[in-house]
């Protein structure tokens, strides 16, 4: 089954928010293959975080990923009013040898 | 600059099969670890993971989907062909392929998208 995120989640300029992704031992509990990914409306999916806490090149590093058990948490500081958009989480998962994705988080910049 | 970009049908009929090809450049699928994926979205909903074929030919495969769906690859053309099977009108999704460079891990380059709808 999908992982789970918040459906939604608001905040202000500047302020930090945090999108929870809850897994199982079968996937983030066991594994450091956690990926977080950024929409915006019309667009492909952004990798923004791999590897539970690794930014690519040319994200900010207001994005910033972690783990505890079976949820992995991304944390975006400063909020701007570009971050508005879907927030998607991804882990490898053992039950089949493929990834799973959360459900996605909507993000509101108020 | 790695770019991908799919292509295909946009309408096609339940019960019909689905052939959408991914058209790569700015690397090789002969280059060791690398893997190309497919993912979809079915219009307002979340992503779902399809397929992924690497570098040497190794499939992996949605476990609800591994009954209809074939992903292969042609190097001298860097492209890389899914078909899926037996289509319903839940299969209607934005069909993306996306790069991986190694493993069943993340994808960190993506194709725009092809939206695929079933009736």
């Known amino acids: 089954s999908a992982l789970t995120q918040p459906a939604s989640l608001s905040g202000s300029l500047g302020q930090s928010i945090t999108i929870s992704c809850t897994g199982t031992?079968?996937?983030?509990?066991?594994?450091?293959?956690v990926s977080w990914y950024q929409q915006h409306p019309g667009q492909a999916p952004r990798l923004i975080i791999f590897?539970?806490?690794t930014r690519p090149s040319g994200v900010s590093s207001r994005f910033s990923g972690s783990k505890s058990g079976d949820t992995a948490s991304l944390t975006i500081s400063g909020l701007q009013a570009d971050d508005e958009g879907l927030y998607f989480c991804?882990?490898?998962?053992?039950?089949?040898?493929?990834?799973?994705f959360g459900g996605g988080t909507r993000v509101t910049v108020l | 600059q790695i770019t991908l970009k799919e292509s295909g049908p946009t309408e096609v009929k339940p019960t019909q099969t689905l052939t959408l090809t991914c058209t790569f450049s700015?690397?090789?699928?002969?280059?060791?670890?690398?893997?190309v994926g497919w993912v979809r979205q079915p219009p307002g909903r979340a992503l779902e993971w399809l397929a992924l074929?690497?570098?040497?030919?190794?499939?992996r495969y949605s476990p609800s989907l591994k009954n209809r769906i074939t992903v292969t690859k042609d190097t001298s053309k860097n492209q890389v062909v899914l078909t899926l099977a037996n289509l319903d009108p839940a299969d209607t999704a934005t069909y993306y392929c996306?790069?991986?460079?190694?493993?069943?891990?993340?994808?960190?380059?993506w194709g725009q998208g092809a939206l695929v709808k079933v009736s």
């Open positions: 991804s882990s490898y998962t053992d039950s089949g040898d493929f990834l799973l």
């Open positions: 031992g079968g996937d983030i509990g066991n594994y450091h293959f």
């Open positions: 996306a790069h991986t460079p190694g493993g069943v891990t993340f994808f960190d380059f």
């Open positions: 074929i690497f570098w040497d030919g190794v499939q």
């Open positions: 590897g539970v806490t």
């Open positions: 700015g690397f090789s699928l002969v280059s060791s670890g690398v893997g």
